[in-house]
């Protein structure tokens, strides 16, 4: 398998759809005139009753004002959701969701809801109940901007029953697909409008080697790291054109602002990068500013001038970094300092709704070792 293609990571530029998706409401309409005697026309065929647009909260936040995130799973059938497939999944995901640090220690800042998709059969073919589409042969999802878009507009059509479940501010949707085949992604529409003005993301995850490592890093490297954290790739393996490379940085000087891509710095110089002010702290990680970033190692063939805190995927490959947003090959990576720091301010921000100081992260950090 070609693992350029294996996983796929791919920020689209997206506009967005008015909703447009009309999804079941649950309980069919009782007839008061249904004489309570009547039986099924077949009793042998069991009448599974649909929850499809029912959610259940699974966690409610014990700190701070609660930070959404919001389950749901596609290619599920109403006999899936019956025979517990569906809430299996769901609560293996949300374990992983909090598997690694600072996510582990900051579990209770969190509300958790799961909300409940009924597809008419397991086939992710585009016709399921989020209209997930995935290729036989090169393991990806093939997804047009439109088709991108009603996604979206239908998972924010689920979430609605969420309290604040369509928030712009401080709300995530993470959609596990029922196949084992492989693939990740996740769309932000505040990245693709270039303003990071809507919080909102939405990641797409396959449960791929079912009780292995790979659907849970990759789960944690789409869902806690580009939705949540708005961390970007720190892996590179392609080659990027002149014009793609520009518009990025243009992108970055925004996106810092804001707290996002927070682990890539257009400046070769560590001392003008994001992770400045954390590298005399954490001498055993040994941050620097090295080669790659966005998923590019070279621009027209020569080595990309995009850094990230660890890795140089320039001079060699990207499967052999330690972090998590460069690497999702290996069962032992994790969050390095710079995003470690990110996740942690953020959840102070939205949680707590004031800005962490480098002293407390620093404290923090240092008592999860
Ligand atoms: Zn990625």
Redesign the pocket.
């Known amino acids: 398998m070609n693992v350029m293609f294996k996983k796929f990571?791919l920020i689209l530029l997206l506009i967005f759809a008015l909703p447009l998706s009309a999804c079941g409401d649950g309980d069919p309409v009782e007839n008061p005139s249904k004489p309570e005697t009547e039986t099924p026309t077949n009793p042998s065929i069991p009448q599974v009753q649909s929850k499809d647009g029912k959610h259940e909260v699974r966690q409610t936040a014990k700190k701070g004002n609660g930070i959404n995130l919001i389950f749901m799973g596609d290619g599920y059938t109403d006999k899936d959701i019956e025979a517990g497939t569906y809430d299996k999944d769901m609560n293996r995901f949300i374990e992983h969701t909090f598997a690694l640090e600072p996510m582990k220690s900051l579990r209770d800042y969190f509300n958790v809801a799961v909300v409940y998709v009924a597809s008419k059969n397991n086939s992710l073919d585009g016709n399921s109940g989020i209209k997930t589409s995935i290729n036989d042969s090169a393991e990806q999802f093939y997804h047009t901007a439109e088709q991108v878009a009603e996604q979206e507009s239908i998972i924010d059509k689920y979430a609605a029953a969420v309290k604040d479940g369509n928030s712009k501010t401080n709300t995530i949707y993470g959609v596990i697909a029922n196949t084992q085949k492989s693939a990740g992604i996740?769309h932000t529409p505040g990245r693709a409008s270039g303003k990071c003005d809507d919080f909102r993301a939405y990641s797409l995850v396959t449960k791929y080697n079912e009780y292995g490592y790979d659907e849970k890093i990759t789960w944690i490297?789409?869902f806690v790291?580009?939705a949540f954290g708005k961390l970007d790739?720190e892996y590179g393996w392609k080659d990027s054109d002149t014009q793609s490379l520009q518009n990025y940085k243009t992108f970055l000087e925004v996106a810092h602002r804001a707290g996002w891509s927070l682990n890539v710095s257009a400046s070769a110089q560590v001392g003008e990068s994001p992770w400045a002010d954390l590298v005399e702290h954490y001498k055993g990680e040994n941050l620097g500013c090295y080669h790659g970033g966005n998923s590019w190692n070279t621009c027209n063939g020569a080595a990309v001038d995009l850094y990230n805190p660890s890795w140089d995927n320039f001079n060699d490959v990207y499967y052999n970094s330690s972090s998590i947003?460069g690497n999702t090959y290996a069962s032992n990576v994790k969050f390095n300092a710079p995003c470690r720091r990110a996740l942690y301010n953020l959840i102070i921000k939205l949680g707590e709704g004031r800005e962490a100081t480098l002293q407390e992260f620093l404290n923090f950090d240092s008592a999860q070792k």
């Open positions: 990571h996740t490297h789409e790291g580009h790739d947003m």
